[in-house]
Nanobody, 118 residues
Framework: QVQLVESGGGSVQPGGSLRLSCTASRLTLSSRALNAMGWFRQAPGKQRESVATISTLGNANYSDSVRGRFTISEDYAGTALYLEMNNLEPEDSAVYYC?????????WGQGTQVTVSA
């Protein structure tokens, strides 16, 4: 059974930074092995939205709201996916989910809470 586990969430002040990590069991977290992988987030009362993804070709894509502040990266051993978040804003507060997709399935982690407040 594939499981994705996020870590690194927490509470920070505006302008602060956090680094989220995602590890997987029974799945290689590599853009070369997956159709896609990335990070989504969901704030209370809002739909889940894509934050940053990496395609099979290794191309990173970011939502307009985080481009220039967040960086997605992978461990080239295929063991982890990261999201470096800088200059955090209160609007970034949400539960952040790790996501991975293969041809016949997609997987989600349980989420990690990020709270940005003064």
């Amino acid at each position: 059974q594939v499981q994705l586990v996020e870590s690194g969430g927490g509470s920070v002040q505006p302008g602060g930074s956090l680094r989220l990590s995602c590890t997987a069991s029974r799945l290689t977290l590599s853009s070369r092995a997956l159709n896609a992988m990335g990070w989504f987030r969901q704030a209370p009362g809002k739909q889940r939205e894509s934050v940053a993804t990496i395609s099979t070709l290794g191309n990173a894509n970011y939502s307009d709201s985080v481009r220039g502040r967040f960086t997605i990266s992978e461990d080239y051993a295929g063991t982890a996916l990261y999201l470096e978040m800088n200059n955090l804003e209160p609007e970034d507060s949400a539960v952040y989910y790790c996501y991975a997709r293969i041809p016949k399935a997609e997987y989600w982690g349980q989420g990690t809470q990020v709270t940005v407040s003064a």
